[in-house]
């Protein structure tokens, strides 16, 4: 059975303090690696993740991928109140050769910035 | 920008009854998925679909069914509503192939069944 798990479940930090995220997976016909921010309403993307050591960054964001202990952390610098949100981890599975966008999520990470 | 609508943002049913989540996509995506979000649990995959008429089950198919009639439209159906159904529905679509990952998704449902 594939498997996502996340760590922390949940996390309180103050603004400016620096946050890892860590996502392991178990899953067969793995494919991508995959993070969201869900704050209110729907999880909206941030980093797609295929090759391992390879960091992707988006401003205070960065993530990278380690295929061989199969897991993946998500790094926040300066952490924002703004930051604050569940995140989520995801594997994208392959079936069949083929791709449909199947993902497997973890349980996300409750992140709260206290000002 | 893509634009996932769902029909209802809150829902509320009795046991037993049957119960329709629409979900409407604008941008022209094959791809079309369904989740539920339960505390601790995260996301998990009901169905998705890659095509008109065309629909696979995801992690936890059962109580559920889809229907896709249309490109731009997919719709869950709990056909006999039981509480353990009450949760948080969000509905996704995204381009298949090298882009199938990119899912966009809607505001979600929040369907409680008494």
């Known amino acids: 059975e594939d498997k996502v798990v996340q760590s922390p479940l949940s996390l309180v930090v103050h603004e400016g303090d620096t946050v890892t995220l860590n996502c392991s997976y178990e899953?067969?016909?793995?494919?991508?690696l995959l993070w969201y921010k869900q704050e209110k309403k729907a999880p909206t993307f941030l980093f797609m993740l295929?090759?391992?050591?390879i960091e992707k960054k988006s401003g205070r964001l960065s993530s990278i991928l380690d295929k061989k202990e199969l897991f993946s952390i998500l790094n926040i610098t300066a952490t924002q109140t703004g930051d604050s949100a569940v995140y989520l981890c995801?594997?994208?599975?392959?079936?069949?050769?083929?791709?449909?966008?199947?993902?497997?999520f973890g349980q996300g990470t409750i992140l709260t910035v206290h000002p | 920008d893509v634009k996932v609508t769902q029909s209802s943002r809150y829902l509320v049913k009795r046991t037993g009854e049957k119960v329709f989540l629409e979900c409407v996509q604008d941008?022209?995506?094959?791809?079309m998925f369904w989740y539920r979000q339960d505390p601790g649990l995260g996301l998990r995959l009901i169905y998705f679909?890659?095509?008109?008429?065309?629909?696979e089950k995801g992690d936890i198919p059962e109580g559920y069914s889809v229907s896709r009639e249309k490109k731009e439209r997919f719709s869950l159906i709990l056909e006999s509503a039981s509480t353990n159904q009450t949760s948080m529905y969000l509905c996704?679509?995204?381009?298949?192939?090298?882009?199938?990952?990119?899912?966009?998704f809607g505001p979600g449902t929040r369907l409680t069944v008494t």
């Open positions: 996704a679509s995204s381009f298949p192939g090298p882009r199938a990952h990119e899912q966009y």
């Open positions: 899953v067969t016909n793995f494919r991508s």
């Open positions: 295929t090759s391992s050591g």
């Open positions: 995801a594997v994208e599975i392959i079936a069949g050769g083929t791709s449909y966008g199947k993902l497997t």
């Open positions: 941008m022209d995506h094959e791809n």
């Open positions: 679909s890659y095509d008109v008429k065309m629909k």
